[in-house]
Structures are given as C-alpha cells and as structure tokens.
C-alpha cells in the first residue's frame, strides 16, 4: 500500500476521532464553568443571608433600644439570636450581654454594648465589601 491510498483512510479516522472528542471536552469545559457559577451563587446566597441578618439586627435592635419599645423585644432578640451563627465565638459574651440588657429593658446600657456589637458588624462587612 502507498500512502496516496492509506491517506483518505487516516483523514477519516482522524475526523472520526475528533467527532467524538470535540463535543466531550467541550462538555467538560462546559460543566467546570457551571461548577464554578454555582459555588459563586452559593457563595453569593451565603452573603446575603449573612448582610439581612445584619440588617434585620441594625433595624430590630436599633428601634427596640432608640426608642425604648417594650413591644419589640421579642423581634430584637431574635435578630440578637441570628448573628450568632455569623460572627466569632469570642463575640458571643457580647451578644449574650446584650440579649440580657434587652431582655431586662435596660435600655441605657443595651445602647452602649450595641454599639459595641454594630461597630463588630461594621468591620465584617467592611471585610466582606474588601473581598469582592
């Protein structure tokens, strides 16, 4: 056999070869792609649950403690009970502290360890803002 005979046979089987192999890794590509818009999505969804948490706390907690309002002290110490799955443990004496002081309607002293507590979450977000 001389190569003018054997050189359509090998332009067929290389074609052949690349029919399959084209679309599998371009599926490949495909799916890492997807893979990575999902973690980022997932990502994104923990940040703003994380963000509405401190949020709901700035509102609830804020309002409750300015204007010292009896009525909503169930609603801020849920929003206090949220950030505890959001911020360090050595935070967490804090956020009992404050718990406490709202429970007891002691709203002098709430304000000030709120205070604490909001320039905590000032920081995280600021930290967060950094990282995008």
Known sequence: MDYITIAPWIAIAITLILSVLVPVFSQIANNQFQLKLRKLDDKSKVTDRRLNAYEDFFQK??????????????????????????????????????????????????????????KILAHDIKQMDARK
Do not use: P
Request: proline fraction near 0%.
């Open 61 to 118: 907690v804020g309002a409750c403690i300015s204007y010292a309002q009896v009525e909503n002290v169930t609603d801020a110490g849920a929003s206090i009970q949220r950030l505890y799955a959001y911020i360090d443990e050595e935070q967490w004496e804090l956020l009992d502290q404050l718990f406490d002081l709202v429970k007891e309607n002691n709203w002098k002293e709430a304000k000030e360890t709120m205070k604490k507590v909001s």
